[in-house]
């Protein structure tokens, strides 16, 4: 399965930040939807991730005083990127190997998506869960 098609699957939107916004705001946007991270977008244009490791690596450099530094500042630059293109495995493999949790979808150099691990590892349990038991109905039938 590709990125590509997952999207197409859930049709949600993404929730992105400004690299203006202030971290104090950023992390309220992060409880209020209950999300690990946010794409910080310009003009559609994918420009790193705030997370919530951002926020407490601030917290633990600069104590309380990072609340009032703006995103840019603290974000984890240059984001890495995928393509719709990218297969689901692709993109976990990636994720491994650069220790990263969240992947910005680009399309012509602008955000279309915004996938977790948690979402790539979903579709590969449902993927062997249904080699699973299509293996299973092949040896019932044998």
């Known amino acids: 399965m590709t990125i590509g098609r ?8 993404v929730v992105t930040c400004n690299p203006e916004m202030s971290v104090a705001d ?4 992060l409880a209020e939807r209950r999300i690990g991270a946010l794409p910080v977008v310009s003009e559609g244009e994918p420009l790193g991730i705030f997370s ?6 601030g917290l633990a450099r600069e104590g309380a005083a990072v609340l009032d530094r703006t995103v840019r500042e603290v974000m984890t630059t240059p984001a890495l990127t995928v393509a719709r293109e990218t297969s689901v495995l692709a993109a976990l493999s990636l994720m491994t190997l650069r220790r990263v949790r969240h992947l910005p979808v680009v399309e012509a150099g602008e955000l279309i998506g915004f ?6 590892v979903k579709v590969r349990i449902d993927q062997i869960e249904s080699e699973a038991e299509a293996l299973r109905s092949y040896i019932q039938t044998v």
């Open 6 to 13: 997952l999207l197409d699957r859930r049709q949600s939107a």
């Open 26 to 29: 950023a992390a309220s946007l």
């Open 52 to 57: 919530e490791r951002d926020v407490l690596y």
């Open 115 to 120: 996938v977790s691990i948690g979402d790539l």
